[in-house]
DNA sequence: CTGGTCTCCTGATCGC
DNA sequence: TGCGATCAGGAGACCA
């Protein structure tokens, strides 16, 4: 579902749910969305393993997943997102022991976070979400839920400040203020795809295959073109589509293909605007040729071959 | 190290 | 109406 836009205006809609709200208890429904420390590093999820392994006691799982906390803050890096709680009375004299944890969250292909208010039921929509909640957090004034039909998100407990960071570490500038220098960096020597580079969260972080497609049209670069032959001025380029592209579709409140929702349950309007994504065949917004698809680096990848020449200019 | 391929999971859609 | 094939916004594991 989400790429860096969507995933930003969840986290714009949840925060003011959020903030100064204490988890009164939490409930999770499965055990393989939650990665806890010492589990291994992709979550159980994926590892098929024995079910004897899976239980944590449930004590400890309920303080990894907030409760008794406090909301102060959300983060947010690329695609990941951190809630930040904290003890409610801190000791002004000792802040050392002011005891802070976060949850990362990893929305995937179809993860959803929604505030239910008291009283309010989580609506029917695409991906019979109800059916698929599976940590629920109770909160004075409603709910906190995360949903996942495909189960690709995950939530990873994030006990202390060098967990939080190391969580963020791995992933490469956020998209929406990436540099030119920044960008030239992360090709540099690179033999792969343009494409295949954008969509390495480490990379750039935050972009996927909606805005990969829509900002490499923008910059008139083809994706199979050799990401380290581009040239200073392309890549300027293209460092500026990114950041063009993502704040549009913010401002749009992202793109609702399927099921995408916001923490309020309203969709995105960016999919009305786009130029390439899921217009194969179609013709160009620009000069009216019809438009490309082929795959690269296992995704479905549409632009124009009139507008995005082979050999990039500059 | 790098880059390409496979895989995890459910649901929507399309052709027959 | 039913059924199988295909595809989907992500990314970790594995292999050459």
């Not at 860096?4 to 205006?9: A, C, D, K, N, R």
């Not at 490499?216 to 670069?221: D, E, R």
Request: charged content about 25%; aromatic content about 4%; some cysteine.
């Amino acid at each position: 579902m989400p790429e860096l836009p969507e995933v930003e205006s969840v986290r714009r809609a949840l925060t003011p749910h959020l903030l100064n709200q204490t988890v009164l208890d939490v409930r999770l429904h499965r055990r393989d969305v939650l990665v806890l420390p010492g589990d291994p590093p992709g979550g159980f999820a994926r590892q098929r393993r024995p079910a004897d392994r899976v239980p944590a006691s449930s004590r400890g799982v309920s303080a990894h997943l907030l409760k008794g906390l406090t909301f102060t803050r959300i983060d947010r890096r690329g695609k990941q997102l951190a809630l930040v709680a904290a003890t409610l009375d801190e000791t002004p004299n000792a802040p050392d022991t002011h005891a802070e944890r976060a949850l990362g969250v990893h929305l995937g292909m179809s993860g959803h976070l929604e505030f239910i208010p008291a009283g309010g039921r989580l609506p029917d929509g695409p991906g019979r979400l109800h059916e698929h909640v599976h940590v629920t957090w109770r909160l004075p004034r409603g709910s906190l839920i995360f949903a996942d039909p495909r189960r690709f998100g995950l939530l990873r407990a994030l006990p202390t400040t060098a967990e939080r960071d190391a969580f963020f570490a791995e992933l490469g500038p956020d998209a929406l203020a990436v540099t030119t220098d920044e960008l030239a960096a992360g090709l540099r020597g690179s033999r792969r795809a343009i494409k295949a580079a954008l969509l390495d969260q480490a990379c750039v972080a935050g972009v996927g295959n909606i805005y990969a497609d829509e900002a490499l049209f923008l910059a008139g670069i083809r994706p199979t073109t050799t990401a380290g032959s581009l040239g200073p001025d392309a890549i300027e380029r293209l460092a500026r589509a990114i950041r063009e592209t993502l704040e549009a579709a913010l401002a749009s409140g992202g793109s609702s293909i399927r099921d995408y929702r916001d923490a309020n349950g309203h969709q995105g309007q960016y999919q009305l605007q786009h130029a390439v994504y899921g217009r194969g065949g179609e013709p160009c917004v620009k000069c009216g040729f019809t438009l490309s698809s082929c795959t690269v680096a296992q995704r479905t990848t549409v632009y124009c071959r009139k507008c995005q020449p082979e050999r990039a200019v500059g």
